[in-house]
């Protein structure tokens, strides 16, 4: 095939951006473009996919003010897939139901704007339509997607965007003979959580809250019934003893959140 010969586009002071799905037509354009913003080589495969839509959904940025007659050609995109929850690599960041064979996650695979287009809002745009999608999705838990580790704009708008860095892949990339390590970052959605998210953290809490307060409650009565009968005094207080709180501070640490 041709290589595609794209014209660097001129952005006018107040571009009208839209968001489509990505079309066959897009094939060429979309090839270039993953050249053109990516280190890595993709096989024609997986272009065929993404404008085939074939297990890949797709979304395509395009700049209506363009006067040069391309008010049509891609200026960014996006691609994800769907994958089941419990074939993931971020199954230990769930808290879901392993006997479901229906939970999912959304995958991103590429994220990419043409140079001029950049800190435009496009790629945060993107990214919003990925989330619209994941939510509209009833069997959806999250959101996720790896980042190169020195790619810190990517970092800086995915945490601006709540996803959460829960992992650093050592090695993960390897490009041009040398190994570069990446991020895994995971946005929840439809009510998914990390197994230690805070709402977890409070259960774990008020568990042994309460069961420390029924152990003392219980000591005490027994101390009572030991001791002789003296006269009532006004107030009484309990405090939580030494080991009970000790007790508390272990279990909380065994979770480990990120």
Known sequence: MEKYS???????????????????????????LHADVFPIRYESEFFQNVVNARDIVSWGAVD?????????ELIGFVTARIVLAKESE??????YDSSRSDQTLVYILTLGVVETYRN???????????IKYASSIQSCLAIYL????????????????????????????????QHYDSYLFVYYVNGGRSPCSPLELLKVAATYMRSGLRSVAAR??????????????????CLITTQCRRNLTTECSECSCV
């Open 64 to 72: 209506r003010s363009r006067s040069d007659g391309c008010s049509d």
């Open 120 to 130: 435009l809002g496009i790629a945060a745009s993107l990214i919003g339509e990925v």
């Open 220 to 237: 005490l009565r027994r101390n009572e019934e030991k001791m002789p009968r003296w006269p009532k005094c006004k107030e009484t207080r």
């Open 90 to 95: 971020i199954g230990d960041f769930l808290s």
């Open 146 to 177: 790896h980042v190169i580790s020195y790619n810190n704009p990517a970092i800086h708008l995915y945490k601006k965007m709540s996803f959460k860095c829960v992992r650093r892949l050592h090695g993960f990339y390897l490009i041009n003979g």
């Open 6 to 32: 794209m014209v660097i586009p001129k952005v006018a002071s107040n571009p009208t951006i839209c968001y489509r799905p990505i079309r066959p037509s897009d094939l060429a354009i979309l090839e270039q």
